[in-house]
């Protein structure tokens, strides 16, 4: 299934996406995609909803609604860093021999298609393909790293947005880089484990006004998946409905020689193989 959440920022409903503009309202049956969701096994509670429906032909068009992000705001964003060989090389930095971890705020969460605001007195904002998982069950020191699909609801596209001059220059805290308002577009869907054939081998782009920046695979990923979520889960408690990002592959613009930074007015184009696509329009500072 893809999960999808449609409406107004802070209103929006839960649904399931049946056809390229067809959906399945689910507001009545559940109060939205989060914890509380994730905790009681919502995934297979809808299943049999989504398919009576659909055998009645209760579809709606998306037509113009705005998508927001797959998932309501979760406990916390984790995040990987240098988790793609190539893209620890462009950057400088040494390929780690664990996972770098992170915390992102929650509220950097919006929709894929919402504008990317620059903060205040940024100088070198960037752009980071990857890939997201959702955690659907409580995850604390899990046994083996087999063990962590049981506590995965599925997968979606993130663009984990920086500034880099926050992140590097200002006192070692990457929180700070990562953190500002709209800096994790997520979505368009969650899509469930069962509708990808293997997370380990998709491919995953994107684009800077038209211009071809990151083009890579979750295959060269250094640590997968599910060794992530088995590695975090011996540090935190992961909750159902918290969101990991994974990583990205070479082409952040603090990559290129000179460097390329984010400018109010461009269009940021991304996409990874079986979870759609996003685009958002970066914009002034407040």
């Known amino acids: 299934m893809k999960l999808l959440r449609i409406g107004p920022f802070g209103a929006e409903k839960p649904a399931v996406l049946v056809s390229d503009d067809g959906y399945i309202d689910l507001s009545d049956v559940v109060r939205d ?10 995934i297979e509670v809808i299943r049999p909803v989504v398919e009576r429906r659909l055998e009645r032909g209760e579809i709606a068009p998306l037509g113009d609604q705005r998508v927001g992000a797959p998932i309501a705001r979760p406990h916390q964003i984790i995040c990987v860093g240098l988790n793609y060989s190539d893209h620890a090389e462009e950057t400088g930095q040494d390929v780690p021999a664990e996972p770098i971890l992170f915390t992102k705020s929650p509220n950097t969460l919006v929709g894929p298609y919402d504008d990317v605001r620059i903060p205040r007195g940024s100088t070198k904002p960037d752009w980071e393909v990857e890939l997201g998982i959702v955690i ?42 990562k953190s500002a308002e ?31 920046r990151q083009s890579g695979s979750t295959a060269t990923m250094i640590f997968d998946p599910y060794v992530i979520v088995h590695y975090i889960s011996q540090f935190m408690v ?23 930074w984010l400018q109010a007015g461009d269009v940021m184009d991304l996409a990874i193989a079986g979870l759609g696509a996003q685009q958002q329009l970066v914009v002034a500072p407040r």
């Open 136 to 177: 659907g069950k409580r995850a604390s020191y899990l046994e083996t790293v087999e063990d962590a699909a049981d506590h995965i609801a599925g997968w979606t596209l993130v663009n984990d947005v920086s500034e880099r001059a926050f992140q590097m220059e200002r006192g070692g805290q990457w929180l700070k880089g």
């Open 238 to 260: 992961l909750e159902p409905g918290d969101l990991i990002n994974t990583g990205t592959p070479p082409g952040v613009g603090m990559g290129f020689r000179p460097e390329i």
């Open 33 to 42: 995609f989060d914890e509380a969701f994730f905790a009681a096994g919502g």
């Open 182 to 212: 709209t800096f994790n577009p997520a979505g368009p869907w969650l899509v469930t484990p069962d509708e990808i054939d293997d997370v380990k081998d998709l491919t995953m782009t994107l684009s800077v006004n038209g211009v071809l």
